[in-house]
């Protein structure tokens, strides 16, 4: 029986080397390759061909939803998973529509993460269950804010942003919270309430929560 060829992606120096000896205390296993980034992943895959690919999201050169993307054009049948810290939604929807079969969160024990593995090479999507609650909740939301988005013609950024005035959020846990600049969503929340038709971030809130 041959084993399951596996390439491991990661700009961490330490962590691959440590997922290589987690998976390859299962004899069906191979780890073939540790590469840094997308593009040198690329130059791999031009001379070998793992069954499945463990792939970082953020890295340098190349992050980890572009090069799957490139994968899934170029080698559809390879098997790519997701392996992050971050289970941010946006990440797990962009990975997902580029071609990923799954998105596993880096606190993975090392039973669940051969099993992924085993499930990957299979053909399986695989999604933790906190994984799959926050996809299922993204897609709740986005029916609800539809409304507000199309009755007051907000862009998608400033609906986000308009759902987490809300929410209570201040100007600065919105900028956290979308990695984008204090002023940046000053500027987007003059925007809206030009939109909304109001001046001040009560009104807004009131507003906002009526369409939602």
């Known amino acids: ?34 590469r840094d980034n ?32 490139h ?41 669940k ?4 593995v085993k499930d990957a090479a299979k053909g399986d999507t695989i999604l933790p269950s906190r994984v799959a609650a926050r996809l299922l909740s993204n897609l709740k939301v986005k029916k609800k804010t539809d409304r507000l988005k199309d009755t007051f013609f907000l862009t998608e950024r400033e609906n986000e942003i308009a759902v987490m005035i809300s929410q209570g959020y201040t100007n600065k846990q919105i900028a956290g919270s979308l990695y984008i600049s204090e002023g940046t969503v000053k500027n987007y929340v003059s925007v809206i309430y030009e939109k909304l038709g109001t001046n001040d971030r009560t009104g807004a809130a009131i507003k906002i929560k009526e369409y939602i």
Not at 1 to 28: C, Y
Not at 42 to 69: H, Q, W, Y
Not at 113 to 116: E, G, M, P, V
């Open 1 to 34: 029986m041959s084993k399951i060829k596996v390439l491991l992606v990661d700009d961490q120096r330490i962590l691959p080397e440590g997922l290589k000896a987690i998976l390859e205390t299962d004899p069906e296993i191979e780890v073939i390759g540790i």
């Open 38 to 69: 997308g593009k040198t992943a690329l130059l791999f895959l031009e001379s070998n061909a793992p069954d499945v690919i463990l792939m970082d999201i953020r890295m340098p050169e190349m992050n980890g939803v572009d090069c799957t993307k």
């Open 113 to 116: 993460l051969i099993a992924a």
């Open 71 to 111: 994968i899934n054009q170029r080698y559809p049948h390879i098997s790519v998973l997701m392996l992050t810290t971050f289970d941010d939604r946006d990440y797990i929807e962009d990975a997902l529509k580029n071609g990923a079969c799954g998105y596993l969160l880096k606190d993975i024990s090392g039973e």
